[in-house]
């Protein structure tokens, strides 16, 4: 499990260790989404688009 305000390294976290696909988000004991390995993969495919985006702006555009 974990909670709307875990970082995402959270949920990776116990799918890797846990070896499941999907992680239950609970608030005040309460089930209030899903987050899947999908939904990880994603986020991390996003991060490193804006990593890589980041220095060739810097570079084409000086800033």
């Known amino acids: 499990m974990c909670?709307?305000?875990d970082q995402i390294d959270d949920p990776s976290a116990l799918m890797t260790n846990n070896r499941v696909r999907h992680v239950a988000v609970m608030r005040d004991g309460r089930l209030v989404g899903i987050v899947s390995i999908?939904?990880?993969v994603k986020n991390r495919m996003e991060q490193l688009q804006v990593e890589q985006e980041h220095p060739q702006a810097?570079?084409?555009h000086g800033r």
């Open 3 to 5: 909670s709307p305000n």
């Open 38 to 40: 999908g939904d990880v």
């Open 58 to 60: 810097y570079i084409t």
